[in-house]
């Protein structure tokens, strides 16, 4: 009997008991499934957050101050940062210039209708989008009577409040309930479609920017630099970090530590996330095998008891121990694919859904399908064996005479 | 095991076979002193009531149960030192089983059934379709080759036992009430073809209680409590 003799007749004795068999395979789809469901998720989010962060060019520096979230990302930055700060930061050997960046909630005015702004009006400096390197249709506001706007704001937004696009030139009036008063903004700039995902809330691509001087405030809630070079974009952490630190009005305002983000350590974070979250479904999954293997074993037995009479005729005419053997081998490791497979599908199925409902970027790590399905053919050899080891022990006059 | 030596093989020896089981503190003799020889050709009935040791003594010659002492011995060697695998391939390939209640494989249909001892025995596909298509023709079931053993009457079930016993070609047919769940006029037919493959030499043990049935057989061995009681010489 060769190899591919015994996987036929393994499948027909897989195939004369399907429910049965599916339900023992039930373990190992479920381990296989959350397997694949983790993976999918944890890669979508690392390019998810990847994507987010490449808006942050490699020269880049991020200051925050609040407390840090799992990504290593403040969600609610606290408004600490001065001119005086931004002054000081810019004059760094390794720093090339420097911005501050603050917000306050706004509406747009159409037709005596406001409409709120998702993330409000950002208040900042001119050379804004030199520190970030992005390209702008029409130049950057000049003072505040003048906006930038994002692509994303200028096109899909514009059309769904004024029917229309809106261009360089154009006239926008925004009411600020901070200061009770509404503004005529004409816009200088459009920024250029830039890339990146909405996971984070926040969307350059919906920006209204104007300068800071719109507003009385003073403290910031973001310090965004610009290193001289990407390599020394270290040492321009390093020196910020050290202002900071020696600084007292720096000092007294933060009731929280700083946090400098970078598009390197923010890779990194996102590195070290990802991988504790696959280690953790990896630890799970293997106990969801090692109880799944337990089903298929269970079952396996059952068949060998079931079929004692088969074998002893098996034998009888002349298979060898090792043949029976393989032959109940074989349909254990057809389990353990089936139940591979299907977990395969059903991970696939709920880990596309769920990173398309929190507006991941998919990413499918093909890779894990193959380790999945390697481990539903090991789980397969290791739950078959006994029970195949069982079958060749069976007794052939016990078998086929009581 | 040297293939050729094997392929050679053609009798079969019994020298003092006992076979004792235990049952409770009670020694159950099963077998108690049997020697008897098989020569090529010979077709040899054993006769005795139940419980007289026949089948034991049948499972033993076809290397599916060992004695407790004596000696087994097909063409000079002896069966009983050969590894398990070494007896898988002696029942293969030299010896053909014909059990009382068909022992067919219920999830394959007759022309599976006939094709499984060969698919053991490494022959090719085609060819083993072809013969075993051969051999059901020749048993007369032509015409229910795909059919599985529960759509088959008890003849055709025996009918297919014993096409499957000759599938590798074995010297020795060994036949266990092969009539035993038929009725006389099928037992009729399947003893004669039993009657025509002695004619073209084929050497066949046969275990019965039935006279008419050990009437077939050239030389009758009647056993009674695990032991040879008479031995009767049928040649016509």
Redesign the interface.
């Known amino acids: 009997m060769n190899l591919r003799e015994a996987f036929g007749i393994g499948w027909k004795n897989i195939k004369r008991h399907r429910i049965r068999n599916s339900l023992s395979t039930l373990g190992i789809t479920i381990a296989v499934a959350l397997l694949i469901t983790v993976n999918i998720y944890s890669s979508s989010m690392k390019k998810t957050f990847v994507e987010d962060f490449r808006f942050l060019n490699d020269k880049v520096i991020v200051v925050r101050c609040g407390e840090k979230g799992e990504m290593g990302y403040v969600s609610r930055a606290l408004p600490v940062f001065t001119l005086n700060d931004e002054e000081n930061i810019e004059k760094l050997p390794h720093v090339e210039n420097c911005c501050l960046i603050g917000w306050t909630d706004a509406f747009v005015v159409s037709n005596e209708t406001k409409i709120a702004i998702p993330n409000g009006i950002i208040l900042s400096q001119p050379d804004i989008f030199s520190v970030y390197d992005y390209k702008l249709n029409g130049t950057t506001f000049h003072n505040d009577k003048e906006v930038v706007v994002g692509y994303v704001f200028a096109n899909e937004i514009a059309r769904n409040i004024f029917n229309r696009t809106l261009n360089v030139g154009d006239s926008l009036e925004i009411f600020i309930p901070e200061m009770n008063k509404s503004f005529n903004f004409s816009i200088a700039g459009i920024i250029n479609k830039i890339e990146m995902s909405t996971a984070l809330g926040t969307d350059h691509n919906k920006w209204i920017v104007t300068d800071y001087t719109l507003t009385d405030k003073t403290l910031f809630r973001v310090l965004t630099a610009k290193a001289t070079s990407s390599r020394g974009i270290d040492k321009a952490v390093e020196e910020i970090r050290q202002y900071l630190q020696e600084n007292p009005e720096a000092r007294n305002l933060a009731t929280s530590p700083f946090v400098i983000n970078t598009q390197k350590d923010v890779a990194k974070t996102i590195d070290k996330f990802a991988g504790r979250l696959q280690r953790f479904s990896l630890t799970i999954t293997l106990v969801s095998l090692i109880v799944g293997s337990i089903g298929v074993t269970n079952m396996m037995l059952v068949a060998v008891m079931e079929r004692k009479r088969e074998i002893g005729i098996l034998k009888a005419i002349g298979a060898k121990n090792r043949e029976i053997l393989l032959l109940f081998l074989i349909e254990s490791i057809y389990m353990g694919l089936i139940g591979s497979f299907v977990g395969c599908i059903a991970g696939s199925v709920t880990g596309i859904f769920l990173s398309h409902q929190n507006g991941l970027i998919l990413l499918y790590p093909v890779i894990w399908i193959f380790i999945a399905i390697f481990m539903g053919f090991i789980t397969g050899i290791l739950s078959g064996l006994y029970p195949a080891y069982k079958s060749t022990k069976i007794d052939v006059v016990d078998a086929l005479y009581r | 095991m040297d293939k050729e030596k094997t392929r050679k093989m053609s009798t079969l020896s019994l020298i003092n076979l006992k076979k004792y089981y235990n049952s409770g503190k009670r020694v159950v003799k099963a077998l108690d002193g049997i020697s008897l020889n098989v020569k090529k050709g010979d077709f040899i009935a054993i006769k005795g009531p139940s419980g007289a040791g026949k089948?034991t003594l049948l499972?033993i010659m076809?290397c599916?149960?060992k004695p407790t002492y004596g000696e087994v011995k097909i063409n000079d060697i002896n069966v009983l030192r050969l590894s398990?695998?070494e007896l898988?391939?002696i029942?293969?390939?030299y010896i053909g089983?014909v059990?009382q209640s068909f022992?067919?494989?219920e999830?394959l249909n007759a022309l599976e059934n006939v094709i499984?001892?060969m698919?053991?025995?490494?022959i090719p596909y085609d060819e083993r379709a072809r013969k075993a298509e051969n051999l059901l023709r020749k048993v007369g079931l032509e015409k229910r080759m795909h059919h599985s053993p529960s759509q088959l009457s008890g003849g055709e079930m025996q009918r297919v036992a014993i096409a499957?016993a000759l599938a590798?070609d074995p010297k020795i047919l060994l036949v266990d009430e092969p009539t035993g769940n038929l009725d006389s006029k099928t037992g009729y037919q399947i003893m004669n073809i039993l009657k025509e493959l002695n004619r073209k030499d084929r050497t066949i043990v046969l275990v019965t209680h039935d006279d008419n049935i050990a009437s077939y057989a050239h030389i009758i061995y009647h056993m009674i409590d695990g032991k040879i009681s008479k031995v009767e010489d049928n040649k016509k």
């Not at chain 2, 698919?119 to 490494?122: D, L, T, V």
Request: proline share 4%.
């Open positions: 089948t499972n076809g599916l149960d398990e695998n898988a391939e029942r293969n390939k089983f059990f022992n067919l494989i999830k499984l001892p698919m053991f025995a490494g499957r590798n």
